[in-house]
């Protein structure tokens, strides 16, 4: 069985903790998935935007684009060690784009069996978009504390 | 005829501007604004050389303000200073919320809310997505501080170096009328952001902040060298407003001395300046000085004041007639013509003289704090929400109008009314 978990770096022992409760991991593969969001960066650059000026400064962007990778890598390094006390078949990837459509596209192109979504007390927009658009089931792990 | 003619180039011009087609820079259009009212007769070659020969102090300043911001990006004063923030915070999203607040308000006091808006704005955006937090309502805090800090000093946005010319107010005179209209501003906009992201900004993190700040400062004789030239160029400026001394002259000459201590402590990068220095911002200030000319000498701006002004009989209403207009245009183009054509009124004619000086005032304010009602105009920000949701990034228009609903009018309420009494 093939699992598509979507990681956010901040929830990931209580979001794989309950999948275990819930799906049987042995012989599950896991591939754990991290969306750099499109949306904030997008913002910046408007906020920065100054009329008549060129595009931003070429070493800020770099180190901008460095730390929200480097903030991925250790996202799912940290998803990856508590995942293989479970299963041994684990797979990373990260993505940009819009989390919503980055994962439902990644399940489509793999063709995974389940899709698994962590969300708050109210529906944050990817978890709504994968509601509605996944191209399988999709398992919606939902706290009732947003920290 | 001419006036039709000009006010139709103009307004053809600021909707290029605002609309951008084929994604062209707002110098070119401008540019080409210019052009245009050179060839069709709106205003002489002469009258144009003069226009912008006129703002050399503007232009000076400009040069030195990104001269300056690029030589304390070379040796990480802005990573430092973040690091800072970060570590006064001990861990606490929330008290970070308010160290970014005041470090924004800080940087742009003293270094213009250019260097906050387009420097700090992402060195904060990269630290917090380190530490793991949401970064919109930092990303908010930075820029909605630019804004509402960047009344405090003349320095702290370059149209307030166009009205001080143009007013030839003293640094007292200034602050009599502004400083407590900046500090209200700054409060009250702390005060929203910090309870809008009250429970957002409710995290926890951990950092390393020394070695946060040691990476930012990879050469400490240079970073010590350059903080100093930051601080002695402060006290210029402030010497200098005092004493009505061309700012640009001292902007150019801090940033010149800076300079010199970067080459010799072999700090200099060709990169920083060229990455923080753009020749097209010259072009399109140039290009608005010369299109705001030729309307004025048309006219038409004197008109447009003067129909403004109708009901003004005091300084209390020329202040608020001030902020309003100035509110208005600065949200639907964009905060530069705004002022430049309130000026132009006012010192053609459409005020009268006695009214003129808490008219300019009043604008100035409408100018640097009406922007965060619509960060880049209202049409701007339609557009640019347009082309990212063509591209497919979901962002949503509600949380800014939501914030800049907020907070824009609450300071220009604020502002307004003790602007007005310190004409009293």
């Keep these: 069985m093939k699992i598509l978990v979507l990681i956010d770096g901040l929830h990931t022992r209580e979001m794989l903790a309950a999948l275990e409760r819930l799906v049987e991991l042995r012989r599950a593969h896991l591939i754990l998935a991290y969306v750099r969001g499109t949306g904030p960066r997008a913002s910046l650059e408007m906020l920065r935007r100054r009329p008549g000026r060129h595009s931003s400064p070429p070493h800020l962007d770099r180190r901008l684009h460095e730390a929200e990778v480097t903030v991925g890598d250790d996202a799912l390094a940290e998803a990856e060690a508590i995942a293989r006390a479970t299963t041994a078949g684990v797979e990373t990837v990260q993505v940009a784009g819009d989390p919503g459509r980055a994962v439902c596209d990644l399940a489509r192109t793999r063709g995974v069996d389940l899709i698994v979504v962590r969300s708050g007390p109210r529906l944050g927009p990817a978890a709504r978009f994968v509601a509605d658009h996944a191209p399988g089931p999709v398992l919606l792990l939902r706290s009732h504390v947003d920290r | 005829m001419h006036a039709a003619l000009a006010a139709l180039i103009f307004a053809i011009t600021l909707a290029c501007v ?6 062209l820079n707002e110098a070119w259009s401008a ?6 009212m050179v060839l069709t007769g709106a205003i002489t070659p002469q009258s144009a050389a003069q226009a912008i020969g006129g703002e050399w102090n503007l232009f000076l300043f400009f040069l030195g303000l990104m001269l300056t911001a690029a030589v304390a990006d070379m040796v990480g004063f802005f990573d430092w200073a973040a690091a800072m923030a970060v570590a006064a915070a001990r861990g606490s999203g929330r008290q970070l919320l308010f160290n970014v607040l005041m470090l924004g308000a800080l940087v742009t006091i003293f270094l213009s809310n250019d260097a906050t808006a387009i420097i700090l704005t992402p060195v904060v955006y990269s630290i917090v997505t380190r530490l793991r937090l949401r970064v919109m309502p930092y990303l908010f805090a930075v820029s909605f501080m630019a804004n509402a800090a960047s009344m405090t000093l003349p320095i702290s946005n370059p149209i307030n170096v166009l009205t001080g ?3 030839r107010a003293s640094l007292e005179v200034y602050e009599s009328h502004l400083l407590a209209a ?16 009250w429970r957002t900004t409710n995290r926890s993190f951990t950092c390393d902040w020394r070695s946060v700040a040691a990476s930012a400062v990879t050469d400490r004789r240079s970073f010590v060298a350059v903080v100093t030239g930051l601080v002695i160029l402060a006290g210029g400026y402030v010497v200098g407003s005092a004493l009505l001394w061309p700012l640009g002259v001292i902007a150019m000459v801090g940033a010149g001395g800076l300079l010199i201590t970067a080459s010799v402590l072999r700090r200099f990068s060709r990169t920083h300046i060229s990455a923080h220095v753009s020749p097209t911002l010259f072009v399109y200030i140039a290009g608005l000085f010369v299109i705001v000319r030729s309307i004025q000498d048309a006219g038409l701006t004197a008109d447009l004041v003067s129909g403004a002004m109708a009901q003004v009989s005091d300084s209390a209403s020329a202040v608020v007639t001030g902020v309003l207009s100035s509110a208005v245009l600065s949200n639907t183009v964009n905060n530069l013509p705004a002022l430049l054509v309130l000026i132009s009124g006012a010192q053609s004619g459409g005020v009268d003289a006695a009214l003129r000086v808490p008219f300019l005032f009043g604008a100035l304010a409408g100018a640097d704090l009406g922007p965060n009602l619509t960060p880049v105009g209202a049409l701007s920000t339609m557009l640019w929400l347009v082309i990212v949701r063509r591209r497919g990034i979901e962002v949503s228009a509600w949380d800014f109008l939501r914030l800049g609903a907020l907070v824009a009018p609450l300071t220009l309420i604020g502002s307004t009314f003790l602007i007005v009494l310190s004409f009293r």
């Design chain 2, 165 to 167: 010319d143009r007013l």
């Design chain 2, 31 to 36: 540019a080409g604004g210019a052009l245009l």
């Design chain 2, 182 to 197: 900046s500090v209200c501003a700054i409060a009250i906009t702390t005060l929203v952001l910090m309870a809008v992201f």
């Design chain 2, 18 to 23: 605002v609309i951008r087609p084929w994604h």
